[in-house]
Each structure stands twice: as C-alpha cells, then as structure tokens.
C-alpha cells in the first residue's frame, strides 16, 4: 500500500522552504504524493493575513508543472480552527491501511505537546520530522521520549505499518519563514527567488500582503 505524504501549514504565502521539504521528504521516505493542507484558522498563531482562497491559490501555482505535491482544501472546506488530528481521522477513512506520514518541520515537531488531542496523532500517523534551520530537537524531554520509543530506523520502516513511528530527515537547509517574506513585502523588497515566480507573479499582480507597485 502506497504511503501518502500530509505537509500541513499556514502557506501564508508558500515558499521554497516549504516545498523543498515536502519534495525532499517525498522522495526520501518514498511516498506516493504529498498532501499540501492549508489551515483554515491555524489553532496556535495570529490569523493568517491572506484568506483562504488566496493562500490555496498561490500553492496551486506553486505546485505546477508536477503532480506528487497536491493541494489538499479539506481544511479550508471544513472552515474553523483546523486541527490536524481532525484532518488526519478524515484522511485515515478515505485510506484505512495506508501508510500516513505527517511531515513537520523541527519547530512544528518541538511545539506538537499543545496539538489539540496530540496523543493521537502518532495512532493516526507516522511522523516524518524534517530538519529546519535554527531548532533542534534536544531537550524536549516528553517529545525525545516519543521519538525514542517510536523512531524509525530508516524509511522502509514507514512502509509496512500504517501509522505510529518517527523518522527524522535531514532536508537541505533553507532559512526561509513565510513571516520574513511577509516581512521584505511589507519594505518594499521583492522576495524574489525565496518563493517560486508563479507565487511572486500573483502577489505583484494582486496587491496582497501590502505589496505596492512602484512607477
Ligand atoms: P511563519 O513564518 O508565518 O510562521 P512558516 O514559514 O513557519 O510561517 P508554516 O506554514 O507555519 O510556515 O509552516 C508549515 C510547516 O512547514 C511546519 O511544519 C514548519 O515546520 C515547516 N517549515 C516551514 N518553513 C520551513 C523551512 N524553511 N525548513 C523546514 N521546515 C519548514
């Protein structure tokens, strides 16, 4: 049974971060596809500053041209505060016996104790934790405990149970925060080559996150 791959975040706008993880981890751990999910409303953060709609269509632009990262709008048609053990129950009746590798990065992994109903999400879902810039997993005693009693020797071994094993990733290195990108905009700087052209092309085109053209 092919093992699917659920990559789930703001995407407030997507950037190279992002989708270099999502690739890197597909093609590491072998998964079929990657499901990109963006949030709704985010549980643990400020509202996204660009809507729904918005932030769907900048990661469908990000996504073309291949078709193993796809866009996933299950959260943003169930609306509301998008937890992810709600997203993974939904996932797990469409596939019961899939392999289901939730994928995060080191930050989201070290905040994962304050997930709604966290204790579940390793019984719906391996965990796939893909190094990011700047964080680092010791010290989070509860979560080291998790990763001990759970880790995944190598990928395969996410392939033949279909949730409950931790693999960590070591991804190639991108320092990139959807919150800088907001950021540079916001200056009046382009955040060219941090974000895929497409993206860029719709934020210039459409005005969105404070982006002013100038003469
Ligand atoms: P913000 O700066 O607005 O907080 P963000 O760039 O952290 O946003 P999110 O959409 O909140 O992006 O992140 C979604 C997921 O992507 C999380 O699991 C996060 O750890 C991971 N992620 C985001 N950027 C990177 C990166 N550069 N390297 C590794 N993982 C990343």
């Given at each position: 049974m092919s093992a699917i791959g659920v990559f789930g975040g703001t995407f407030d706008p997507v950037h190279l971060g992002h989708l270099r993880v999502a690739w890197e981890c597909m093609e590491q751990a072998g998964l079929q596809r990657v499901h990109m999910i963006p949030a709704a409303t985010p549980p643990h953060r400020r509202e996204p500053v660009a809507d729904g709609v918005t932030r769907a269509a900048l990661l469908r632009a990000a996504l073309a041209g291949q078709d193993r990262l796809v866009l996933d709008e299950r959260e943003l048609r169930r609306g509301g505060v998008s937890y992810m053990v709600d997203t993974l129950l939904d996932l797990r009746a469409e596939l019961p016996r899939a392999p289901l590798c939730l994928i995060l990065g080191t930050d989201a992994f070290l905040g994962l104790?304050?997930?709604?109903?966290?204790?579940?999400i390793p019984e719906l879902a391996h965990l796939v934790v893909a190094h990011r810039p700047g964080?680092?997993?010791?010290?989070?005693s509860r979560l080291a405990q998790l990763l001990d009693e759970r880790?995944?020797?190598?990928?395969?071994?996410?392939?033949?149970?279909?949730a409950g094993r931790i693999l960590t990733l070591e991804v190639t290195q991108l320092d990139i925060s959807a919150s800088r990108i907001r950021r540079l905009i916001r200056q009046g700087r382009e955040p060219r080559y941090l974000i895929p052209e497409r993206v860029w092309n719709l934020i210039e085109r459409h005005g969105l996150y404070g982006h002013r053209k100038t003469a």
């Open positions: 104790e304050r997930w709604h109903q966290w204790e579940r964080w680092t997993l010791n010290g989070a880790r995944a020797p190598g990928p395969e071994a996410l392939h033949d149970a279909p």
